[in-house]
């Protein structure tokens, strides 16, 4: 077979490849909305909990569905990684900070979630292979991008420093990013719906039992905005979004998808105006962009490390921001 038709096979695959990728990263730019529609209708550990245990029951019947194979052994640390960074530890956190920050905000500080997996990703894949560790550029980006959003949290707090949400955001950050590089690691030898999915599972004991307590604890409003809103963090932030990602981050790889992933935090400033009707800081826009240019050097700067084919950390992401 020539090159020239190896290309022209390839070609579907590709731009099958990037619609999906494309699909995920607009599926989860709604994610923060309707966390914010969601505790309209039910407390932060409720919304945590209930996300939590209907994305593991639609997860366990996917698995089963796809005669998907228990993990072995030695990926239940990871897993394990998986389901508190990705499944308790970011809802949780992120949703506490939504009781008390507008969408705008966090997505603006959760915009540097690409960066941190990807420095995280990068230190855990140098600390095992030699010569694996990115260039000082690579660090200066990242350093940058941090200090961006450190700048414009503390500017909006009127100069008093972090608030209580901001903490609960970059805590949301730290722990994503490590279930994010642990995923992108599995993802190398599982299908990486079926590592989200395992992930969920295994925090649905977590989940159910925390839904089951805050429904008792907490106030519950039946109103319209608050199941939507929930419906669509279980079946799509939490697991639905990340089939259709993962799909396409395998078909055309992790730097083309994690191009299209830098999109995100500005959607999600544009549904905080139409569909919650927010005013935009006048920074917003600017640190988001300045926080895309710097995951965007983060990634030059990566190139030629040995990175970029899947490992996590390479190019910048592997997962996106839920």
């Avoid at 994010?180 to 599982?190: F, M, P, V």
Wanted: glycine residues 14%; proline residues 6%.
């Amino acid at each position: 077979m020539s090159a020239h038709d190896s290309a022209t096979m390839l070609r579907p695959i590709a731009v099958g490849g990037t619609a999906q990728a494309a699909l995920g990263v607009f599926a989860f730019s709604f994610s923060f909305p309707a966390t914010a529609w969601a505790l309209e209708g039910f407390g932060p550990w409720t919304v945590t909990g209930l996300r939590g245990t209907f994305a593991g029951l639609l997860a366990g019947i996917c698995l089963l569905a796809a005669g998907a194979r228990v993990p072995p052994r030695s990926a239940w640390p990871g897993l394990a990684a998986v389901a508190v960074g990705c499944a308790v530890g970011f809802p949780l956190l992120s949703t506490l900070a939504l009781r008390l920050s507008s969408t705008a905000h966090s997505a603006v500080v959760i915009g540097l979630l690409p960066l941190a997996t990807a420095a995280v990703g990068a230190l855990r894949v140098g600390g095992l292979r030699a010569g694996a560790r990115p260039p000082r550029a690579f660090w200066l980006a990242a350093l940058a991008g941090a200090a961006v959003v450190l700048a414009f949290t503390v500017q909006q707090s009127g100069g008093a420093g972090l608030t209580t949400a901001d903490l609960y955001l970059f805590g949301a950050l730290l722990v994503c990013a490590f279930g994010y590089a642990e995923g992108g690691r599995l993802a190398r030898d599982l299908p990486g719906w079926q590592v989200i999915g395992w992930g969920v599972v295994a925090a649905l004991p977590v989940n159910a039992l925390t839904g089951a307590l805050a429904l008792t604890a907490e106030p519950v409003h039946g109103n319209w905005h608050g199941l939507t809103g929930l419906a669509y963090l279980a079946a799509v932030s939490q697991f639905g979004g990340f089939v259709v990602w993962y799909r396409g981050m395998a078909a055309i790889g992790v730097p083309r998808a994690s191009q299209l992933q830098l999109a995100q935090p500005l959607l999600t400033l544009c549904w905080a105006v139409l569909l919650l009707a927010e005013t935009l800081p006048a920074t917003a826009v600017p640190t988001a962009l300045a926080v895309v240019a710097c995951i965007v050097a983060t990634q030059r700067a990566g190139k030629g490390t040995g990175k970029g084919r899947g490992q996590p950390g390479g190019g910048g992401g592997g997962a996106s921001s839920q």
